[in-house]
């Protein structure tokens, strides 16, 4: 399946994004795209960060807010334009999606299924539309109407495919299923050159406002020119504005103007009240409408000698707007980021007629280099990047009186900011590394943003004033111009001896000053504290408790550090026929007397009551302690032992052998009562055995029987239902009866399973009552109090969730254990809907369940189940399509995550491996562990043959790691101590229990766990030093350049041009060597070298040739290929420079100068080197169009072989062949390239 191409790792960066109501028009989300991935936000209000003591905020300011990813759609294509729109009698809003050389999709999110739709398909690929072309270089781009009556969509640069959207369809024709016409209707195309031969050329296009049909603001190119040739053509832009009569298909031009600066690169219409069209240029603003003359501002000096379109000069500015991106904040301003990560704050004065007379520009930040600005509702700024990590910005509205005639604005304004705002104290974001935002606390005041001045706008005395803050950020590796391997500077002691090494991807990431090496790891190697061998255990917990009380210290015994807070005070760990009980403090002893049961296995052990008690589940009998200090025991029948337990607080059930449940509920002491475990057996059907079983505990409220009154009565509508399995209800006197305060009491398992000759137990007022006082109760969810619930898996292939205590059918699924993408409520399915496999047989058992809530607040529950050698999980999710009372308004969504859990083993020991699972591994222990903060980080952890990590942060997303380096391990559990602050203990194969924590340098809240180091520059090749173990890197600086170089007979002269103040200089990148330590990843002292003006690294490899002065006869260089372009009139030269990382003696204080480096090698060539390589300890490498290859001697290069291949080569490799090495070369023409 993947002979030719597998996606490793998906698309980091961002290059589309919009503002919609995604899920439902109550609600909004940010929709992103980058490459084929497809993402959907939601903004997430935190705490409101403290304003500055002399600034007040406005009434409107806006909250901090972070961003939680509810879904993600891998896309089977690159997307090139996103618009989001509204259709008739749909309760959310569409995406049209277009793609290479010219598709167009609408989606719409399908809330049945928790996945998208497609409404309509659009292919438009015809040869005769193509004019002849092999390939189109031309970007379909979609633009939505305002009034959202049509769609149109731009290809091959002068052909417009109109999509109209139905408008008179009742909206319970569009949600009936087969019923109503579909809101798109048949598109139908426009070639632009019929209305107007000169038409060609379309640069940009967009929907004015305020029309009454639909109308088309197009700016197009008829007679192309370009800055070389402005002396004889310029001014060669126009624009046109077409209405489009959709009914008669009918397009008149209604306006038009020529004769625009030949740079203008995109048009953005203007919103209502003004209205109207802005022309962006590289070197102008225009603003354009039809009622009122042009108006246009030129932003630097080009504009004087390159166009004769009347512009006023903007004071104070000098910019260029090529790269730019924009967005409205308001109907007035709009936010500007530059190529260089700038943000600009544009305002549009206008006079009494609504006519734009003047534009205030202003520099409020510096951010990353964006490729996407858009507004996300009130005071919030998405900037996206594929350049760099993506942001999302607050901006804040202050207003302050105008000053009156004292002093002139601009000297008040210069002192008020000398007096309030300090250098110090100033706030920068563009210093801040976007690595930052791996960990996104540390994303905060120091260095984030610096505001450069007001961004004001004046509107009578008021002075409007903007500030921008960072919330949040996502990551971003890419885009990855090279990669290496290499080998992992931190590695425990345990580990190094590992046949299979454990290596890392390096990769350069970014561009300018977001620039930064990508440090990724396959999996996670945990940092081992300490190892005891512990043979014989086979599961283990750990516990919060209070300690016993230490015997008196010496007094010269040195003072310990206090204990963290939640610290696990006891390891719990079971054996055949026993169990051990540890108190871990500062020290880990076994304890010999305390109320813990040790003389037989112990099948569970946690807290409960907000983990002030312990409860130990053991086969014959439950205990509660508090510490060491025994509460209470409830026996239970040696014939029918405990076999499973499962813990939601304050509710704990247990299961025997023979398939009874008992629900034990917590009191909390009150008063002179203690606490103790009241139990309940449940009056349950014997429809069939159990096979797993998890108790939950909901917090986010999604978890209902109740239907939301904001859903739409469509989605409400009730469907044909199949008769509903009724739990036995009893009348309050009957449940009276049915608590059991005297355990002697209780029915020992004669009963059948779920059947007992006690009632069903206290209503669920009165357990509810009595458990009302505990502490875990008072945690209030986001629609009030939690809920509890219990998920059943039977032998019947099954799923079954009941509401606690009362133990009610609310959900059931049938043969779930299949793998299907989606889990239905069986009972209540429209016939003929999913119910094919119903009636067959479960294809496996199912070992283990877990429901647990993860994400923001617990608030996005997940349900995983562990077959035999696979685990599917599952997400659930809100769905109202039936009006059933007390069943769950919520269905599960299969997650995407391929996780191989089986041992990689030969053919021959596959037995073999059967064999030792069945030693190592029992079915009663638990390989699906809960997590709470182990380094920061909340999840699952999945024990076995090939363990895994499962993270969910506030971000949403769950992440899966392997951590295959220590082998299988049998068990695990959380571990927080004052030695392990938030770490783990687990048990590998050969049964030495391992304490350890997770590196805290790397961030595993992505696809692999990664590093991103910042070089607020740009990198272009790396390369692993295998000898010194140290990276050498590429990168580059621009500057600023008013030099150019000439020819003056056979000698180069350096000539100086100076401009005027408001010309933009060109930039000259200045390039680098640097070596780098992975230990620290910081800059080796004193080994950068710095190459020449006007040279270009072109490659860097770490070569091996022959050598005379190494054992083995060969040694590896550091091998540098340069391009020294000085222009047109210059021919091209190169250098080939050949480094040896040598080991000095470290300066004092500074263990990374170990390591130097020497030039072996460094002569000009007669031609731009392209590529080098080695071949049997030769240096091979393309010089101009020549292929030449070289040996060492001493420290000269002496020719041994040269081809002449009559086209320049761009690069070469090795390959290995049987006997010997051969060479493949890739090179390329003028016109083309051959490979």
């Known amino acids: 399946m993947y002979a030719m191409c597998k996606e490793l790792h998906p698309p980091t960066g961002v290059e589309h994004s919009l503002y919609c109501h995604f899920f439902k028009m109550q609600q909004s989300n940010l929709v992103v795209a980058g490459a084929n991935q497809l993402h959907v936000y939601r903004l997430n209000q935190v705490s409101e960060s403290k304003a500055s003591a002399n600034e007040k905020a406005t009434a409107g300011e806006a909250k901090k807010m972070k961003l939680e990813c509810m879904a993600s759609f891998p896309l089977f294509g690159c997307v090139q334009s996103m618009q989001s729109v509204n259709l008739v009698g749909s309760s959310r809003d569409s995406l049209l999606l277009s793609f290479r050389d010219a598709k167009l999709s609408v989606v719409e999110y399908d809330p049945s299924t928790n996945g998208l739709k497609t409404l309509s398909l659009h292919f438009f690929e015809d040869e005769e539309l193509k004019d002849g072309l092999i390939g189109s270089y031309h970007v379909p781009t979609v633009r939505i109407d305002p009034d959202g009556r049509c769609a149109v969509m731009l290809i091959y640069g002068t052909r417009l495919i109109v999509l109209p959207f139905r408008k008179d369809v009742a909206a319970e024709e569009i949600d009936s299923v087969g019923a109503g016409r579909s809101p798109v209707m048949s598109s139908y195309m426009i070639d632009m050159r019929n209305l107007d031969e000169?038409?060609?050329?379309?640069?940009?296009?967009?929907?004015?406002?305020?029309?009454?049909?639909?109308?088309?603001?197009?700016?197009?190119?008829?007679?192309?020119?370009?800055?070389?040739?402005?002396?004889?053509?310029?001014?060669?832009?126009?624009?046109?504005?077409?209405?489009?009569?959709?009914?008669?298909?009918?397009?008149?031009?209604?306006?038009?103007?020529?004769?625009?600066?030949?740079?203008?690169?995109?048009?953005?219409?203007?919103p209502k009240p003004i209205g109207g069209a802005l022309v962006f240029a590289t070197n102008s603003l225009l603003y354009l409408n039809q009622s009122f003359p042009p108006y246009g501002v030129s932003l630097n000096s080009f504009p004087d000698n390159s166009t004769q379109f009347p512009l006023?000069?903007?004071?104070?500015?000098?910019?260029?707007?090529?790269?730019?991106?924009?967005?409205?904040?308001?109907?007035?301003?709009?936010?500007?980021?530059?190529?260089?990560?700038?943000?600009?704050?544009?305002?549009?004065?206008?006079?009494?007629?609504?006519?734009?007379?003047?534009?205030?520009?202003?520099?409020?930040?510096?951010?990353?280099?964006?490729?996407?600005?858009?507004?996300?509702?009130?005071?919030?700024?998405?900037?996206?990047?594929?350049?760099?990590?993506?942001?999302?910005?607050?901006?804040?509205?202050?207003?302050?009186?105008?000053?009156?005639?004292?002093?002139?604005?601009?000297?008040?304004?210069?002192?008020?900011?000398?007096?309030?705002?300090?250098?110090?104290?100033?706030?920068?974001?563009?210093?801040?590394?976007?690595?930052?935002?791996?960990?996104?606390?540390?994303?905060?005041?120091?260095?984030?943003?610096?505001?450069?001045?007001?961004?004001?706008?004046?509107?009578?005395?008021?002075?409007?004033?903007?500030?921008?803050?960072?919330?949040?950020?996502?990551?971003?590796?890419?885009?990855c111009g090279g990669v290496q391997m290499g080998e992992p500077a931190f590695l425990s002691e345990e580990f190094q001896n590992n046949l299979d090494p454990d290596i890392e991807l390096v990769s350069t990431s970014g561009h300018g000053k977001n620039g930064a090496i990508s440090i990724l790891q396959r999996t996670i190697r945990p940092q081992v504290v300490t190892t005891f061998e512990l043979p014989g255990c086979y599961d283990m917990w750990t516990v919060i408790g209070v300690s016993p009380p230490k015997v008196q210290e010496s007094e010269n015994e040195e003072e310990k550090l206090p204990s963290p807070a939640n610290s696990h005070a006891f390891l719990i760990m079971s054996r055949e026929d026993s169990s051990m009980i540890l108190q871990t403090g500062h020290e880990i002893n076994e304890l010999d007397q305390s109320g813990f049961l040790t003389d037989t296995p112990t099948i569970f052990a946690g807290n409960m009551g907000d983990n002030k008690y312990i409860v130990q589940v053991c086969g014959t009998e439950v205990r509660l302690l508090r510490g060491v200090e025994l509460l209470q025991t409830i026996p239970f029948d040696s014939s029918s032992p405990l076999v499973h337990a499962t813990l939601a607080d304050p509710y704990l059930v247990v299961a025997t052998d023979s398939g009874q449940l008992v629900l034990l509920v917590l009191s909390c002491e009150s008063g002179d009562s203690p606490a103790k475990l009241t139990t309940i057996s449940p009056n349950i059907e014997a429809v069939s055995n159990v096979w797993a079983m998890c108790a939950y505990r909901d917090t986010g409220g999604l978890f209902t029987t109740i239907a939301m009154a904001n859903e739409p009565e469509a989605v409400l509508a009730p469907a044909p239902m199949t008769p509903t399995k009724q739990r036995d209800t009893k009348t309050e006197g009957e449940t009276e009866n049915?608590?059991?305060?005297?355990?002697?009491?209780?029915?020992?398992?004669?009963?059948?399973?779920?059947?007992?000759?006690?009632?069903?137990?206290?209503?669920?007022?009165?357990?509810?009552?009595?458990?009302?006082?505990?502490?875990?109760?008072?945690?209030?969810?986001?629609?009030?109090?939690?809920?509890?619930?219990?998920?059943?898996?039977?032998?019947?292939?099954?799923?079954?969730?009941?509401?606690?205590?009362?133990?009610?059918?609310?959900?059931?699924?049938?043969?779930?254990?299949?793998?299907?993408?989606?889990?239905?409520?069986?009972?209540?399915?429209?016939?003929?809907?999913?119910?094919?496999?119903?009636?067959?047989?479960?294809?496996?058992?199912?070992?283990?369940?877990?429901?647990?809530?993860?994400?923001?607040?617990?608030?996005?529950?997940?349900?995983?189940?562990?077959?035999?050698?696979?685990?599917?999980?599952?997400?659930?999710?809100?769905?109202?399509?039936?009006?059933?009372?007390?069943?769950?308004?919520?269905?599960?969504?299969?997650?995407?995550?391929?996780?191989?859990?089986?041992?990689?083993?030969?053919?021959?020991?596959?037995?073999?491996?059967?064999?030792?699972?069945?030693?190592?591994?029992?079915?009663?222990?638990?390989?699906?562990?809960?997590?709470?903060?182990?380094?920061?980080?909340?999840g699952i952890f999945v024990s076995g043959f090939y363990p895994h990590w499962l993270f969910m942060s506030a971000r949403g997303v769950l992440r899966a790691h392997p951590m295959g380096i220590d082998g299988s391990i049998t068990c695990f559990s959380s571990f927080n101590n004052v030695n392990c602050p938030k770490g783990f203990l687990y048990f590998n194969r050969q049964g030495e229990l391992r304490i350890a924590v997770l590196p805290t340098h790397l961030s595993y809240d992505a696809t692999w766990p990664v590093r991103?180091?910042?070089?607020?520059?740009?990198?272009?090749?790396?390369?692993?030093?295998?000898?010194?173990?140290?990276?050498?890197?590429?990168?580059?600086?621009?500057?600023?350049?008013?030099?150019?170089?000439?020819?003056?007979?056979?000698?180069?002269?350096?000539?100086?041009?100076?401009?005027?103040?408001?010309?933009?200089?060109?930039?000259?990148?200045?390039?680098?060597?640097?070596?780098?330590?992975?230990?620290?990843?910081?800059?080796?002292?004193?080994?950068?070298?710095?190459?020449?003006?006007?040279?270009?690294?072109?490659?860097?490899?770490?070569?091996?040739?022959?050598?005379?002065?190494?054992v083995s006869g060969v040694k590896g260089y550091l091998a540098v290929g340069t391009n020294i372009c000085y222009?047109?009139?210059?021919?091209?030269?190169?250098?080939?420079?050949?480094?040896?990382?040598?080991?000095?003696?470290?300066?004092?204080?500074?263990?990374?100068?170990?390591?130097?480096?020497?030039?072996?090698?460094?002569?000009?060539?007669?031609?731009?080197?392209?590529?080098?390589?080695?071949?049997?300890?030769?240096?091979?490498?393309?010089?101009?169009?020549?292929?030449?290859?070289?040996?060492?001697?001493?420290?000269?290069?002496?020719?041994?072989?040269?081809?002449?291949?009559?086209?320049?080569?761009?690069?070469?490799?090795?390959?290995?062949?049987?006997?010997?090495?051969?060479?493949?070369?890739?090179s390329f023409l003028a016109t083309g390239r051959a490979d």
């Open 312 to 479: 006023k000069v903007q004071e104070g500015v000098r910019i260029s707007l090529d790269c730019a991106q924009a967005a409205f904040i308001s109907s007035e301003r709009l936010v500007l980021s530059l190529k260089g990560g700038e943000l600009y704050v544009l305002t549009l004065l206008v006079d009494g007629m609504r006519s734009v007379r003047e534009f205030h520009l202003d520099k409020a930040a510096a951010s990353v280099l964006t490729t996407c600005v858009c507004a996300c509702g009130d005071g919030n700024l998405y900037l996206g990047s594929r350049l760099g990590n993506s942001l999302l910005l607050r901006y804040n509205e202050k207003v302050q009186e105008k000053p009156q005639k004292e002093k002139p604005f601009e000297q008040e304004l210069q002192q008020e900011s000398k007096k309030n705002e300090p250098p110090s104290k100033k706030k920068r974001l563009d210093t801040m590394g976007d690595w930052m935002a791996s960990d996104v606390n540390e994303v905060q005041d120091p260095e984030e943003l610096e505001v450069y001045g007001a961004a004001e706008a004046q509107t009578g005395n008021q002075l409007t004033q903007y500030t921008f803050e960072v919330c949040d950020s996502i990551l971003n590796i890419g885009p």
């Open 198 to 270: 000169q038409i060609t050329n379309i640069i940009d296009f967009q929907f004015l406002h305020g029309y009454y049909e639909p109308t088309l603001f197009i700016l197009y190119e008829p007679l192309q020119s370009w800055a070389g040739r402005v002396a004889a053509r310029m001014d060669t832009c126009c624009i046109v504005a077409i209405s489009l009569n959709i009914r008669e298909k009918v397009h008149p031009i209604i306006w038009s103007v020529s004769n625009l600066p030949f740079d203008c690169l995109q048009a953005m219409t203007v």
């Open 738 to 938: 049915s608590v059991v305060d005297d355990v002697e009491e209780m029915l020992y398992g004669d009963a059948p399973a779920f059947a007992t000759s006690s009632q069903e137990g206290a209503n669920e007022e009165e357990v509810n009552k009595s458990a009302g006082s505990s502490s875990a109760e008072k945690t209030s969810g986001e629609n009030g109090k939690p809920t509890y619930w219990l998920a059943i898996s039977r032998d019947d292939g099954s799923l079954e969730i009941c509401s606690l205590p009362a133990f009610s059918l609310c959900f059931v699924t049938k043969n779930f254990a299949s793998g299907a993408r989606l889990l239905s409520d069986n009972d209540f399915l429209t016939s003929g809907q999913e119910s094919q496999g119903e009636e067959q047989p479960p294809n496996q058992e199912v070992k283990e369940l877990l429901l647990v809530g993860l994400g923001s607040k617990n608030s996005r529950p997940h349900l995983l189940v562990r077959l035999n050698d696979e685990l599917i999980i599952y997400e659930a999710f809100s769905f109202c399509g039936h009006s059933a009372e007390g069943h769950l308004r919520l269905r599960f969504s299969k997650v995407p995550l391929n996780l191989l859990l089986r041992e990689k083993k030969t053919s021959k020991s596959r037995k073999k491996a059967e064999v030792d699972q069945k030693a190592l591994f029992s079915d009663q222990v638990k390989r699906l562990r809960h997590f709470e903060d182990i380094a920061g980080y909340t």
């Open 1127 to 1226: 222009g047109d009139e210059v021919s091209c030269r190169g250098r080939i420079l050949l480094f040896d990382v040598i080991e000095v003696v470290p300066e004092p204080g500074q263990p990374l100068t170990k390591n130097k480096i020497k030039i072996v090698y460094d002569e000009e060539q007669k031609g731009p080197v392209t590529s080098i390589t080695h071949v049997s300890g030769k240096l091979l490498a393309a010089v101009g169009q020549k292929i030449y290859m070289w040996e060492l001697t001493g420290d000269q290069l002496v020719a041994r072989a040269f081809i002449d291949t009559q086209v320049n080569a761009r690069g070469c490799c090795r390959a290995q062949l049987l006997s010997g090495m051969a060479v493949v070369g890739r």
């Open 1012 to 1110: 991103k180091v910042p070089l607020r520059c740009t990198p272009h090749f790396i390369c692993y030093h295998m000898d010194s173990k140290t990276y050498a890197v590429v990168t580059s600086i621009p500057e600023m350049c008013n030099r150019s170089v000439k020819m003056v007979g056979e000698e180069k002269e350096v000539e100086t041009f100076e401009r005027d103040e408001r010309f933009i200089y060109p930039t000259l990148d200045k390039f680098s060597v640097q070596l780098f330590s992975p230990v620290s990843w910081e800059p080796i002292p004193n080994t950068k070298i710095q190459l020449e003006d006007w040279e270009h690294a072109t490659c860097l490899k770490n070569v091996t040739l022959s050598s005379d002065a190494t």
